[in-house]
C-alpha cells in the first residue's frame, strides 16, 4: 500500500514532475519503423507531450513538437522533405535538430529579416533498433540506447504490435514482476471462460524476486516443479524501468500521459532449422484492437489482451492507497522502493538505474533467458510443439502477417 502523495509521485508523467523527469531519463520505444513505409508522419504522444515523429525522404527520422511554431498548425499532416518536415499550413520547413530550414514567404519577401534563424521547434533524438524507433525526451548527455541481446538474435519471424490503453503505465508495469496472476487472469481465465470449473491450472509453490543490473527477475516453482527448474534458477525479466521480458517477448509499457500507455509488443518467433537462414528485412507492425468492435468489450481471447483486462479494470489511475498486498506482491514493492530511491538518485545529481554510459556496454546486453537454448540452437521442424504453432498474445493478427509469419515457419498458425 501506498500513501496517496506516493501514489501520485509514482505515477505521473509530466515533463517537471520527479516522476516525468526520472523516466526522461531513458530511452522509449514508441514506433515501428515499418509503419513508416505506409506514411512519412506519425502522431505521438509521449508522457503528455504531443509530438511528430516522421521519417525525411533522405531517411532520417525525427521527433518534432506536434504544432508548427508559426501559427500552431498540426505539423503530423507535414510534408516529408529530402531532408526534414515541412508544415502543410504556410509551408516552414524543420530538420530533426529543430531549426527552421525554410520559410517561403519570408524567405522571399524579407529575406534580410532572417527571422528563420529565430525559429526553432522542439525536436528531441531518436534512434532505431530492433525496428523500434526509440525517443529521449530527457536532460543532454543523453545515455546510450541499450541495445538488448535479444534484438540480434538470428533466424526468427519477428513481429511488432502496438495497442493503446486507458490507464496509467505503472499498474502496466507492475505485472512484470507478478508471477501469480499466470493461474487466474490466464490458465483459469480461459477454463471459466471455455464454461469449465476446472481442473484448474497448477498452482504457485513458492516465487522469488532478484534485483540485477538491468531490472528484476521473478522467479516460480509450481505445484509439480522443483528447484532446478529454469523458472526457478533463472527466471523472468522485468526489464528497467519499462518492460516484461519472457524471451519469445518483450512488452514494453510506454507512458502517454497519466491516464494513458502504449503497449509496444515485440515478438520473437525462431523458424524451424529448414528454415535458415532466414533473414527478414523488414519487421511488420499492426495495431492490437483492445475492444471489441461490436459489443464494445475488452477483449479476452488472448494473453496480453487477458494482461490489458486487469491493468485497464484497475482503473485510469490505480489507487495504491486502497490495495492489500500479500507475499507475491513483494516483487511488487521491491520495484516501488526502487523508484522511489531513484528519484533521489537523480535530485542529487546521480543517475538512475540501469542508465548506460559506456558504448562499448550498450551494444549488445545480455539478460537472463530461462529457455535460451531454444532461442540460441532453434528446432526440427518436426520438433516443434503444437503449443509453439499458435500465436497466443494478442488478438488481431492481420492476414498479411499472418502469411509472412507461416511462410516463415513453414507451417500454419493460429492467431
Ligand atoms: S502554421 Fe506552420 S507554416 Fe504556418
Ligand atoms: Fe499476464
Redesign the pocket.
Known amino acids: 500500500m501506498l500513501s496517496e502523495s506516493q501514489n501520485r509521485l509514482l505515477t505521473q508523467t509530466g515533463a517537471g514532475t520527479p516522476m516525468g523527469d526520472l523516466l526522461r531519463r531513458y530511452w522509449w520505444p514508441i514506433a515501428g519503423a515499418s509503419e513508416f513505409d505506409e506514411a512519412p508522419t506519425k502522431p505521438v504522444r509521449l508522457m503528455g507531450e504531443n509530438l511528430v515523429l516522421y521519417r525525411d525522404r533522405g531517411g532520417t527520422y525525427g521527433l518534432l513538437d506536434r504544432h ?1 511554431p ?4 498540426d505539423l503530423s499532416f507535414g510534408f516529408a522533405e529530402e531532408c526534414g518536415l515541412r ?1 502543410a ?4 520547413h524543420f530538420d530533426a535538430q529543430g531549426r527552421c530550414l525554410e520559410q517561403p514567404y519570408d524567405d522571399t519577401a524579407h529575406p534580410e529579416a532572417k527571422l528563420k534563424d529565430q525559429v526553432r521547434v522542439k525536436a528531441y533524438p531518436v534512434e532505431e533498433c530492433g525496428g523500434l524507433l526509440w525517443a529521449y525526451l530527457g536532460p543532454q548527455p543523453a545515455p546510450c540506447l541499450p541495445r538488448w541481446e535479444f534484438f540480434f538474435w538470428k533466424n526468427g519471424f519477428r513481429q511488432i504490435v502496438l495497442s493503446e490503453l486507458p490507464c496509467n503505465w505503472l499498474q502496466c508495469q507492475e505485472n512484470s514482476i507478478d508471477p501469480v496472476h499466470t493461474e487466474w487472469q490466464h490458465r483459469n481465465w480461459e477454463i471459466r471462460h471455455a464454461g469449465k470449473d476446472g481442473p484448474y491450472s497448477e498452482t504457485h509453490r513458492k516465487v522469488g524476486f532478484e534485483e540485477f543490473d538491468y531490472g528484476f527477475t521473478y522467479k516460480r516453482v509450481m505445484e509439480a516443479g522443483t528447484d532446478t527448474d529454469p523458472l526457478w534458477t533463472i527466471g523472468r525479466v522485468c526489464l528497467w524501468p519499462y518492460a516484461l521480458f519472457t524471451g519469445s517477448h518483450v512488452e514494453f509499457r510506454v507512458p502517454v500521459d497519466d491516464e494513458n500507455t502504449l503497449s509496444v509488443g515485440w515478438f520473437f518467433a525462431r523458424v524451424p532449422k529448414e528454415s535458415e537462414p532466414y533473414e527478414q528485412n523488414s519487421i511488420p507492425t499492426w495495431q492490437g484492437p483492445v475492444r471489441d468492435e461490436k459489443t464494445g468489450r475488452l477483449i479476452g481471447s488472448h494473453i496480453m489482451n487477458q494482461d490489458f483486462i486487469a491493468w485497464i479494470g484497475q482503473g485510469a489511475l490505480a489507487d495504491r492507497s486502497k490495495e492489500f498486498l500479500g507475499a507475491s506482491d513483494l516483487g511488487v514493492a521491491m520495484i516501488r522502493r526502487r523508484f522511489l530511491a531513484d528519484l533521489d538518485a537523480i535530485a542529487a545529481g546521480r543517475d538512475p538505474k540501469a542508465i548506460i554510459r559506456d558504448a562499448a556496454t550498450a551494444k549488445n546486453v545480455a539478460l537472463p533467458v530461462a529457455e535460451r537454448a531454444e532461442f540460441m540452437d532453434g528446432a526440427n521442424r518436426a520438433d516443434i510443439s503444437p503449443r509453439k504453432r499458435v500465436f497466443p498474445f494478442q488478438a488481431g493478427m492481420p492476414d498479411a502477417v499472418k502469411h509472412a509469419f507461416e511462410e516463415a515457419m513453414g507451417f500454419p498458425i493460429k492467431a
Open positions: 508548427c508559426h501559427r500552431r498548425a508544415c499550413y504556410h509551408g516552414w
